[in-house]
């Protein structure tokens, strides 16, 4: 069993040294305090020591004290050989390194580091806001230092295992397996709900896409569903659990199914009929059923509450995941009203405009709250890719966009993590997303 002395009493810490030594490396470890000292101290049961630096938290008492960097440095293998790539990142502390046969000191804060980019204390302290209330990616940390798309939280982890293996630790890490986490927001379930859809619709054809053959085709498709001779656009639910199917592999479909704001206003109540058989054939497939709370939850818990019961009463599972739509999130607010709803996991950890690791990591883990200081059962899922992202928000072509995906897709196999896809139902039979349908396939058959 590893021996681990903290420097401090503080729950921050706490959380991020049972992250790093439980969650993630799954060793057996105690943990104990020794306010005397600067740094953390893992005792080896060979008599080994890896020493690693502690540069806020034996320093400060409160996280209001806790700054963002204002400069991130880098260190090569050179400099420190247990890396696991050719450099890292370092937010806290400094690139110091010793190393002997029985002793390590290391001087990046990796604790500090594991603490920061989990918590998403930067979105908390940052006062940045997009024009729907996110904290933007451009001001992260993370993309201002391009290392954003690199899972640099499984990097540290990486780093401290070599360090650990080195000093002769007896122990066997926790084995993971890599696994696609494949999820659809269902914002419109149909595209015909009214004949007020027909009319929006034909306007974007003739008006925006200035397209009177597309807008024939429309009001043609609009009759034959009427008619039962064709399928909605957007009910594209049996091919997306086909493709699901072909790989092995289940699809989450997180409803939205309430809320008064405009942007809500493609759901279906989950008592119309509609809904009601589709949750039935997506539980009979053998899918999951998740909630897509409306835009205004994130900071409403009697909405959230409200909303979820609703779609219980009618969902043949129990709803315990799912994502707030329009990724609309507040730190920690939003993770609080989860958890206090008994949701298992949510999957928001995402920059919209922007793929990659918001958390710095590939893998699921349970969150902190920053403000009740404490850890909750609730696990965060973090998203990897959005198609959105690279069609509306990047304007990328499918090609660009498949090489981009594949690079987080190699990096999340290299850590045996979670690649967690959202893929609208929505994106299909749409001309302007005809050229990402096959990319959507293609991308599929490497899972």
Known sequence: MLTIALPSRQPELHYAATLLFGEFLGLQFSLT???ASTATEIKLPNGATLVLGDHFFHKYDSLAEF????????VNKTQNPFLCQANLPVLFGEARLQVSEKKITCGIDVLATIFFMLSRWEEYANPA???????????????KN??????????????????????????????????????????????????????????????????PRQATRSLANYFNTKKGSEKDPFDTFDYLMDQSERQGLQSHFFFLCGGGHKNDE???????????DLMKKIDRRGHLIGFHPSFDTFNDGQLFKTELAELQRFSPQEIKAGRQHFLRFEVPTTWRIWEENGMAWDSSMYFPEMA?????????FPV???????????????????????????????DEALAEILS??????????????????????APEWRAYETRYESLMALF
């Open 356 to 364: 990659g690791f918001r958390c710095g990591t590939c893998h699921p």
């Open 408 to 429: 987080l897709l190699q990096q999340v196999r290299q850590f045996n993590g979670s690649f967690v896809l959202l893929w609208h139902n929505t994106s299909f039979n």
């Open 129 to 143: 806001r997009d024009k729907f209330q996110r904290f933007p990616a451009s001001a992260a940390l993370a993309v």
């Open 33 to 35: 305090n020794s306010p």
């Open 67 to 74: 700054q963002i960097p204002a400069t991130v440095a880098w």
């Open 368 to 398: 902190f709250d920053i403000l009740q200081r404490k850890m909750l059962k609730l696990r965060e899922m973090p998203l990897t890719v959005m198609e959105v992202t690279f069609m509306v928000y990047q304007k990328k072509a499918p």
């Open 146 to 211: 391009g290392f954003h798309q690199r899972p640099i939280v499984d990097e540290y982890v990486e780093m401290v295992w070599n360090m650990l293996t080195h000093l002769g630790i007896g122990q066997q890490r926790k084995r993971r397996s890599f696994r696609a986490v494949i999820t659809h927001d269902v914002d419109f379930p149909l595209q015909w709900r009214s004949p007020f859809s027909l009319v929006k619709k034909l306007g974007g054809d003739l008006l925006k896409r200035k397209s």
């Open 266 to 276: 493609g759901h279906l109540p989950p008592r119309h009929p509609f809904m009601v």
